[in-house]
């Protein structure tokens, strides 16, 4: 298992887990721009995602979940 923070605060949040062959995005409180860099320094393609759970609707927690799911 992995996990690895990309964001943590009221500017955004955002965090990445990887279990096996599953990857999980837990929030997108980032514009789906700055998540998708943050994932690629990772070693981490947007496409490789296999879902985003949002945690509660808060606007640093959502940011970029539709331009990210739309991609």
Excluded at 6 to 15: F, T
Excluded at 34 to 52: F, K, P, Q, T
Aim: aromatic letters at 2%; glycine letters at 12%; hydrophobic letters at 45%.
């Amino acid at each position: 298992m992995r996990a690895c923070l990309l964001a943590s605060g009221s500017k955004g949040n955002s965090l990445f887990i990887e279990n096996g062959e599953t990857k999980l995005l837990l929030d997108a409180g980032l514009s789906a721009v700055e998540i998708l860099r943050r994932l690629h320094a990772i070693g981490v393609e947007g496409s490789e995602l296999d879902a985003i759970m949002i945690s509660h609707e808060h606007q640093d927690h959502i940011r970029g979940a539709g331009a990210l799911h739309a991609s």
